[in-house]
């Protein structure tokens, strides 16, 4: 045993970093083995795709908008034989949904149309007897896929990731154990993890373009229109972006200008409103932050290293 590990890390060492990202990944996905994957066609799940080759994909968007992830998901799939599952969902079924995603992840987050996307996709997966789901997350945070992470200086995009990966959280998780799937997730694999954290941030941001390194990796596996697609949030490849117009519209100049003087919470705009007047119905109150807590500004509960999970405010990065 010991002489294999001492091969191992012998063998790795002479790997240039490239090589070297594709065995962790591949080992992470061993250990990460699932019945289906939520699949978005972008450069994170078409990886995953290529290396893990599930028996069944999972993709979801907004009906009658641009989804993006519709074609390039069924294009990974075709070339794979991956069985594909898509749903689309009506603006009138996400406005109804909501109640149960904001009960679930307690938040009036302005992302959550993201987090309708994955409820959406997780209930599918449900529906056609999954039980354990694969999923992308992560990739974007150790690998600089944001692109208010691509400006950073390299120094400092090393210094947020490492920060950011001490208190991270992802959706798919709680939304996971609600809907009765287990999440399972390569990129949070917790070796895999380490070995990303030490990769020099100059190889993840290169010429502009975030997750340099993973996209070379894998550019010789997969189409290039796959793995250089620019990056594109789930709300944005699911078509759900719509939902931030549909929804401010249903909020008046004078219900939101009344309970931005009677509440005191400093509301982003009327979706945000909109969130909060259902999360004030079915969660209730705010917890306030802890005297040894960082209160947030916005709504006064516990910040997280960055952003507060429950309104969704985010502080400056460093």
């Known amino acids: 045993m010991l002489m294999m590990l001492i091969w191992m890390v012998k063998n790795l060492g002479n790997m240039d970093p490239y090589e070297q990202l594709r065995s962790k990944l591949k080992e992470a996905v061993e250990r990460s083995r699932a019945d289906g994957m939520l699949l978005s066609g972008g450069v994170d799940t078409g ?89 992308g997350d992560g990739a974007d945070e150790l690998f600089a896929g944001y692109s208010y992470m691509v400006e950073l200086p390299p120094k400092d995009l090393e210094r947020y990731i490492r920060r950011l990966s001490q208190n991270w959280h992802f959706s798919a998780n709680e939304l996971g154990r609600v809907l009765g799937i287990e999440i399972r997730q390569p990129f949070l694999d917790e070796d895999f993890v380490r070995f990303a954290l030490e990769i020099s941030p100059e190889l993840k941001v290169k010429d502009g373009i975030g997750k340099y390194i993973l996209r070379k990796s894998f550019e010789d596996l997969i189409p290039p229109e796959i793995v250089w697609r620019r990056k594109e949030p789930i709300e944005y490849g699911s078509g759900s972006t719509k939902l931030h117009e549909i929804i401010n519209s249903m909020v008046t100049d004078e219900e939101f200008q009344s309970a931005a003087n009677k509440v005191d919470i400093k509301f982003i705009n009327k979706e945000h409103f909109f969130y909060w007047r259902i999360y004030n119905e079915i969660v209730g109150e705010i917890p306030k932050a802890r005297d040894d807590e960082i209160s947030c500004p916005c709504c006064g509960a516990a910040m997280g290293t960055y952003h507060c999970p429950t309104c969704g405010f985010s502080q400056p990065l460093l």
Do not use: C
């Open 47 to 135: 990886i995953l795709a290529f290396v893990a080759r599930p028996s069944v994909g999972f993709t979801v968007a907004l009906k009658d908008s641009p989804a993006s992830d519709l074609s390039y998901s069924e294009k990974i799939s075709q070339l794979l034989g991956i069985q594909h599952k898509k749903m689309e969902f009506t603006t009138e079924e996400a406005l109804a949904t909501l109640p149960e995603v904001i009960g679930i992840l307690k938040t009036f987050d302005l992302a959550l149309p993201n987090d309708l996307s994955i409820y959406f996709a997780l209930k599918l997966a449900r529906e056609n007897r999954i039980s354990s789901i694969m999923t």
